[in-house]
């Protein structure tokens, strides 16, 4: 089935249609909850609450050319961990601490670390450096953006984004030393 057809079927409330939507994108789209959410098991809950989400709200969706329909996709799971992260009852924002000088991480050397490593290690990040992180570096948005989403400033967004670089070029050279020995 083409995206256009799933999206069609799925409008229609098919079965069919719903299984290939879930079959297609899920793995995918539980990357993207694992980023956000830090677990594994975390990140399972959102994208079943963001299925559930698209299923209800497909009457809403407008296919607008190959892609729309993943885009509308991702933008729900990234809501649905954003969500999940407020339940959490504390802050999805890290306090402020004073600045470590940590060195900068050569781009070569972070080729040399397995994908599922780089991934850990951002998964790893308190959950304000990684929200931040996330919505900054992956889903592309701007700090403006992402101050209005979490409802914080556009320099607190920065300063999160700033803090997360630092203690991932951290990590990174931690994992490097040890992978040298």
């Not at 539980?30 to 209800?56: C, K, N, P, Q, W």
């Not at 407008?62 to 954003?82: C, D, F, H, K, T």
């Not at 403006?144 to 997360?164: D, H, M, N, V, Y």
Request: proline content about 2%.
């Amino acid at each position: 089935m083409t995206e256009k057809e799933i999206s069609a079927g799925c409008q229609r409330a098919d079965a069919r249609a719903r299984e290939m939507l879930y079959t297609r994108y899920s793995g995918r789209l539980l990357a993207t909850a694992m980023r956000y959410m830090g677990s594994r098991e975390e990140a399972e809950d959102v994208l079943h609450d963001a299925f559930i989400t698209a299923y209800r709200s497909f009457v809403k969706f407008e296919y607008r050319g190959e892609g729309s329909l993943a885009a509308w996709l991702q933008r729900i799971v990234v809501n649905r961990s954003l969500d999940a992260l407020r339940l959490r009852q504390k802050s999805v924002l890290e306090p402020l601490d004073g600045d470590a000088d940590e060195p900068e991480v050569d781009a070569d050397d972070v080729d040399t670390i397995p994908q599922d490593e780089l991934l850990r290690l951002v998964a790893s990040l308190p959950d304000g450096y990684r929200t931040v992180i996330n919505m900054y570096a992956f889903d592309g948005l701007s700090h403006k953006e992402i101050a209005e989403r979490l409802g914080i400033s556009e320099k607190t967004s920065s300063s999160q984004f700033f803090r997360a670089k630092k203690l991932l070029a951290k990590m990174i050279n931690d994992y490097l030393t040890k992978t040298e020995r």
